[in-house]
């Protein structure tokens, strides 16, 4: 398997742009997550989908972040409008049991917002 | 509330010698903690998991400890390698809740020549 494979691994954008980030899980894992690491807070949840579901978006930071689990081998994460302070290394992790299971992380997509 | 707090923050050592990471938590009801080794620009990898009836583990040079009645964990590096460089994150799991992992904010270490 090739692991969880995520896009782009950089992106480089203005203000008030649109930034989409894209994730494929492992084939078989029903637990999907997407995390925000900084130096500042390390590595924050924003939110997991278990069997495709939204089950805990409480850390998503305010209405500009939105995420969709279309089906079982795709996720997005949106930010729109982008600032500044989004700028971090966004990391998609698939697992196959939400509770207790191994976390397999993607490669991460570093976002610089200017 | 549930917290976990890692020590130290960052670390420096010669390669060679032994280095002992520290993880307190207070996630309850827990379920299992596991440690993370993230390499610089790479997404984290899971290097042991210790539930609660385990008190130690090896995986090659690294053991890690678990007491439960303390809530701490311990992860131990041997002999360390300039490969050994990373970031080693604790991540405590609780048995039940909608957000069932809680993370630490990692050990920087740095192993140098």
């Known amino acids: 398997d090739a692991g969880v494979i995520q896009s782009p691994r950089h992106e480089v954008t203005e203000m008030g742009q649109e930034v989409t980030l894209r994730c494929k899980p492992i084939?078989?894992?029903?637990?999907l997550f997407w995390y925000r690491q900084t130096m500042m807070r390390g590595l924050e949840l924003l939110i997991y989908?278990?069997?495709?579901?939204?089950?805990?978006d409480s850390g998503m930071p305010e209405d500009r972040f939105s995420a969709k689990m279309p089906n079982a081998s795709f996720s997005t994460l949106k930010i729109q409008p982008s600032e500044p302070r989004d700028s971090a290394v966004y990391f998609c992790?698939?697992?196959?049991?939400?509770?207790?299971?191994?976390?397999?992380f993607g490669e991460g997509s570093r976002l610089t917002v200017l | 509330k549930n917290q976990v707090e890692q020590s130290p923050q960052s670390l420096i050592i010669l390669e060679g010698k032994n280095c002992t990471l520290q993880c307190n938590y207070t996630v309850s009801p827990f379920s299992n903690l596991r440690w993370y080794k993230q390499d610089t620009g790479r997404g984290p990898v899971s290097l042991t998991i210790?539930?609660?009836?385990?008190n130690t583990k090896s995986n090659g040079r690294y053991t890690a400890t678990l007491d439960a009645d303390t809530k701490q964990s311990s992860l131990h590096i041997t002999a360390s390698q300039l490969s050994d460089s990373a970031s080693y994150i604790c991540v405590v799991s609780a048995r039940s809740g909608n957000t069932p992992l809680v993370f630490g904010k990692g050990t920087r270490l740095s192993v140098i020549a």
């Open positions: 992790a698939s697992s196959l049991e939400r509770n207790t299971g191994e976390l397999f």
């Open positions: 210790m539930t609660f009836s385990e």
């Open positions: 989908f278990n069997n495709n579901v939204p089950i805990d």
């Open positions: 084939s078989g894992h029903n637990s």
